[in-house]
């Protein structure tokens, strides 16, 4: 990793982020006030603080504009086709016990497509961090209907607006299992921050929603304004409450938003499981690549 220091006012000043960026990929595809980068910038800040070895830490995304994000960071990475970050980084992390697995995508990959594999890896607490960044549209394909689109938004596939009833996402979470369990918007960048932290450092499967503007589909079509007016209204309407059942986190279109950290519990992770039944059963501890005898 290189830093490149920016000069502002004649000093030469270092971007604390541009360390954990691949600088060769840059520019980035991301449209002017798509709050994407804002979460790039925050999960970069919680990388600085987290304490883990970035050698022995992976980065997966799924198909859209959030997954890009695996292109730019300058970890080990990985980017799928789509809704397929999660099985990838299920496989990623049983066949490597040591690292420390992140899924980064948004809310088309990982909860229509991918919707199946969320609910699967947060039921088996899989020892993941799974951070959604979530702006109610598909961006990178044109700006169709989600499964968290509000009820009212226009979308390409819902131009009369949205009549589906969409996921709460922390309910979702919580109720297969998850054990951390989050909602920030790119507004409140230093709770993103220290959520991301806390997600890196724990164990087993931790969710963070991000809500996140998109200016190009999603506001453009139902007249919201750009990125600016959005994270104005993630200021004005977001409410902290660590302590509201997310049952009650439901997202009405352009709705009061509540935000905070929801759960945080401890459970058997998937591959503690799979530890104590083998020694339970066999008397020796599962290593990866089906091997028991220690050799590989
Ligand atoms: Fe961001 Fe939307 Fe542009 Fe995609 S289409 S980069 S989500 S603003």
């Known amino acids: 990793m290189s830093a490149n220091p920016d000069v502002v006012m004649g000093v030469e000043v270092e971007n604390p982020v541009m360390p954990y960026l691949r600088q060769d990929r840059l520019p980035h595809i991301w449209c002017p006030g798509c709050g994407i980068g804002t979460t790039v910038n925050c999960f970069a800040r919680a990388l600085t603080e987290c304490g883990l070895d970035l050698d022995q830490t992976a980065i997966v995304s799924g198909i859209g504009c959030t997954g890009r994000v695996a292109g730019y960071l300058d970890l080990d990475s ?6 397929r970050a999660i099985p990838f980084a299920t496989g990623l992390k049983v066949g490597n016990p040591d690292l420390k697995v992140v899924v980064y995508s948004g809310d088309g990959d990982l909860t229509a497509i991918g919707g199946n594999h969320f609910v699967h890896a947060a039921r088996r607490n899989m020892d993941l961090l799974c951070i959604c960044v979530n702006n109610f549209t598909y961006g990178m394909t044109g700006g169709q209907c989600t499964p968290t689109s509000p009820v009212g938004a226009k979308q390409t596939t819902m131009p009369y607006g949205n009549f589906e009833h969409p996921f709460n996402l922390p309910h979702l979470a919580d109720a297969c299992g998850a054990v951390y369990v989050a909602r920030w918007t790119v507004y409140h960048v230093k ?19 991000v809500l996140s503007p998109c ?13 600016v007016d959005q994270v104005k209204y993630y200021k004005e309407r977001s409410k902290i409450n660590n302590d509201v059942d ?26 503690d499981a799979m530890n104590n039944r083998f020694t339970s059963v066999i008397g020796d501890k599962y290593e990866p ?5 220690g050799e590989k």
Not at 215 to 227: F, I, K, M, Q, V
Not at 252 to 269: A, L, N, S
Not at 289 to 293: A, D, E, S
């Open 289 to 293: 690549y089906g091997v028991t005898n």
């Open 246 to 271: 997310t049952k009650d986190l439901s997202l009405e279109f352009q709705g009061d938003i509540t935000v905070g950290k929801f759960v945080d519990r401890e459970r058997e992770t998937w591959l």
């Open 78 to 83: 990985f980017h799928t086709t789509h809704g």
């Open 191 to 209: 709770q993103l921050t220290r959520a991301m932290k806390e997600g890196l450092n724990k164990k087993g499967f931790a969710f963070i929603e």
């Open 215 to 227: 200016p190009t589909l999603y506001s453009r079509r139902n007249r919201l304004g750009d990125g």
